[in-house]
């Protein structure tokens, strides 16, 4: 109990073993002994560092190959740094071993990217007669047949961090907005921007929302909402086809170029009466044998569907669509849904640590030759992966997700710290690992990735917290 009181950063952990009150309470005392704290948070780090560093294999060197990172002067930072968790974050960069480059790397590079945040998207509303457009990006294109979708502590806006930059939320922030002030070297606004690229970004609701004015103009991106130079029609939620009507035009004669989409139609909550997507969408779901809460969900994502549809349209009516490539992820599971509704779209009763979070990844573009892509992935992976896939320059080791591409170690990491490799899945709140049929797997392995998944949290944090970035490429 002593381990879990000093070490998790987990409130759903504390609440479920320890009970709300006293979670509650140790929310408190870290807050307030928050300094007194640092120096422990150091030493802990350290040892945990010199562990996994222990455990990493260095490059052969007689293999031939070429990473994806960049030339930065560890030695030189350690040297002169004199805060001390800096210096050891320093240190543990300068000892991970990137990732190698790969068939994939560079295969879309000069490619116009369109990278959509979609609101509440799920397998349940990939279906080939309903929403025919997210079934053909589906199925079509590189297909995630185990990708997850984890949910932080602040719903949608943690959901768009994590797909963003690649860093695990801050607990207790809003991760996006305290982001605002940061050099974000990384993300894709930022990457395209310095090649040249005409870089917008748009969300049909109210522009300020979650602070979204003040994060993604420091992507890159000149940004629009509601209220800031996207008019749409008022409504709750607004349409994504609207969208899509009203901003393509401001690009698709600009080539090349990057947009980033946050759309809002598949919001909740799901129902005729209060939804303006479900509403506007029923006529294609009535005589479906579902209950009212589930077709309500799926109308929702109908509109999605038909702006996907006329954004296709539109690339290829300019001959654009060979040369966009088009990247979809969820900012979280329908949570507006009920248990209930969840398992009836399911057609079984959905397991709620792991399955709950299983989602869509849909990476397109026309004449994509398809794949299936069986390794564990999540929303921390997509942005080295579509970095690399753009062939775009990046240092793997300063990410929390990895290129799914690579020869990497598969890693998918939940909010409460339970994990899932390509040996199995440890669940926190059991304190259980289930290895895959037919593994063995010892304790030093599983000590190795639950000491990888704290350090990732660790320095997620403080990159954000210390801007480390800037720091690091001296900005």
């Known amino acids: 109990m002593l381990e879990l009181k000093n070490n998790t950063n987990s ?11 006293a979670s509650v309470n ?14 422990k948070s150091i030493e802990t780090l350290s040892i945990k560092l010199e562990e996994d560093n222990n455990t990493i294999q260095k490059p052969k060197e007689e293999k031939k190959v070429t990473y994806n990172m960049m030339n930065i002067n560890f030695d030189d930072l350690i ?40 609101e509440s998207l799920s397998p349940y509303a990939v279906n080939k007669d309903l929403t025919p457009t997210l079934y053909k990006l589906v199925n079509e294109g590189y297909r995630f047949t185990n990708f997850y979708n984890p949910i932080w502590g602040v719903s949608t806006t943690d959901g768009e961090y994590v797909a963003c930059t690649g860093l695990i939320p801050k607990a207790g922030v809003w991760s996006f907005k305290e982001s605002s002030k940061n050099y974000l070297p990384f993300v894709m606004g930022n990457q395209f921007k310095k090649l040249g690229f005409k ?6 609701h109210t522009y300020t929302y979650y602070k979204r004015n003040l994060s ?5 991106y000149i940004y629009k909402g509601v209220g800031n ?8 939620p607004e349409s994504d086809l609207e969208m899509m009507e009203k901003t393509i035009p401001e690009y698709i004669n600009s080539e090349p170029f990057h947009v980033y989409y946050m759309t809002v139609s598949g919001h909740l909550r799901y129902s005729f009466s209060g939804n303006a997507m479900s509403i506007k969408n029923k006529k294609f779901v009535e005589n479906l044998n579902l209950s009212d809460e589930a077709k309500a969900y799926i109308a929702a994502q109908i509109e999605l569907d038909r702006a996907l549809e006329y954004l296709l349209n539109k690339l290829e ?10 990247v979809i992820s969820p900012d979280h599971y329908p949570y507006g849904l009920s248990e209930e509704t969840i398992d009836e779209l399911a057609g079984h009763k959905v397991e709620k640590n792991f399955e709950l979070y299983k989602s869509t990844l849909i990476i397109y573009t026309k004449n994509i030759e398809p794949k299936v892509i069986d390794k564990p992935c999540s929303s921390l992976d997509i942005i080295p992966t579509i970095s690399n896939l753009l062939g775009l320059e990046y240092d793997s080791r300063l990410l929390m997700g990895t290129d799914i591409f690579s020869n990497s170690e598969p890693l998918v990491i939940f909010q409460n710290k339970s994990f899932i490799t390509d040996k199995g899945r440890y669940d926190s709140i059991q304190n259980k690992f289930i290895p895959n049929e037919g593994l063995n797997v010892d304790d030093n392995y599983i000590k190795r990735i639950k000491n990888m998944v704290d350090i990732k949290f660790f320095l997620s944090e403080k990159i954000l917290e210390l801007d480390y970035y800037r720091k690091l490429f001296n900005k």
């Open 229 to 236: 130079g996207l008019d749409v029609k008022k409504s709750w």
């Open 11 to 21: 409130s759903t952990v504390t609440a479920h073993k320890l009970g709300l009150l």
């Open 317 to 326: 009516e300019k001959d654009l669509l060979k040369r966009t490539l088009i």
């Open 79 to 118: 040297s002169k740094e004199k805060n001390a968790t800096l210096k050891q974050m320093h240190s543990y960069f300068k000892n991970l071993s990137p990732t190698e480059k790969n068939d994939y790397t560079g295969k879309y590079k000069g490619y116009n990217l369109i990278f959509i945040t979609a």
């Open 216 to 220: 993604h103009p420091n992507m890159g």
């Open 26 to 39: 140790m929310d408190i005392k870290k807050f307030i002994f928050n300094n007194k704290a640092k120096s």
């Open 199 to 204: 870089t917008l970004a748009y969300h049909n």
